[in-house]
């Protein structure tokens, strides 16, 4: 039985043909996004509508955008005023030194370094041990065993978690245990809550010297 009439599910095709986005389509004929989806996936955007179809997926994607930063802006502020102020501060310090710009990765060959940030990050942030990915990266003339030994304590994450990368270049390591890479699986969130509280504390800081 066919819940959509063929006219329906025709105008529907038409609309996507002349640049009208997915939303746009599911306003105006009163259809389900998901059903939306399957009938315009395939569907070939005349060339003419091309560029006007892109720049509505574009503006739809920077607001989205400024939504998200702006809850973690706000966030960011209450997490300020919490009893946990101080290890908000120093995981956000840690990651401004060691942690990637673009995707939540953070970096170090120290282990207690490694160790203080995984445990804020679980206990303060909230983050469950499910989403956070650890990467060893050892040179080919260390104990792998003994490594990754070593980097599972520090992390409290097990043996069978780890990612291990080798660097083979046949160079010596001034680390005994090579470095440890803290990843968090869909990140971006966290990562802009982070920046957040970068930018606040430094801004109340600047303010006070």
């Known amino acids: ?3 959509h009439s063929d006219e329906k599910i025709k105008k529907l095709k ?7 986005s997915i939303n746009e389509i599911v306003r105006e004929l009163s259809i389900p996004k998901t ?20 720049s509505k997926i574009s503006s739809g ?9 702006k809850i973690a802006e706000e ?7 919490s009893p946990g102020r101080e290890y908000l501060i120093i995981l956000s310090m840690l990651y401004w030194a060691e942690g990637c710009k673009k995707a939540f990765n953070f970096v170090n060959s120290d282990g207690r370094m490694v160790e203080l ?23 080919s003339q ?24 080798i660097d083979d270049g046949g160079k010596e390591s001034t680390t005994k245990y090579g470095m440890c890479r ?27 010297i």
């Open 142 to 165: 260390m104990d792998k065993k003994e490594c990754l030994e070593y980097w599972s304590k520090i992390t409290g994450l097990p043996k069978d978690r780890f990612f291990v990368r």
């Open 61 to 69: 994607s920077r607001c989205r955008r400024e939504k998200k930063l």
């Open 35 to 54: 059903t939306v989806w399957h009938h315009v996936k395939k569907i070939t955007v005349d060339p003419e509508y091309v560029f006007l179809l892109k």
């Open 14 to 20: 038409e609309l996507r043909r002349t640049g009208h």
């Open 182 to 208: 803290i990843t968090i699986k869909k990140g971006s969130d966290t990562l802009k809550l982070v920046n957040s509280l970068i930018q606040q504390f430094c801004d109340q800081l600047i303010k006070t």
């Open 1 to 3: 039985m066919k819940i």
């Open 117 to 139: 940030f995984v445990k804020i990050l679980v206990k303060i942030f909230g983050i469950p041990k499910e989403r956070i990915t650890p990467t060893m990266r050892i040179f």
């Open 75 to 81: 966030l960011a502020e209450k997490m300020l005023n």
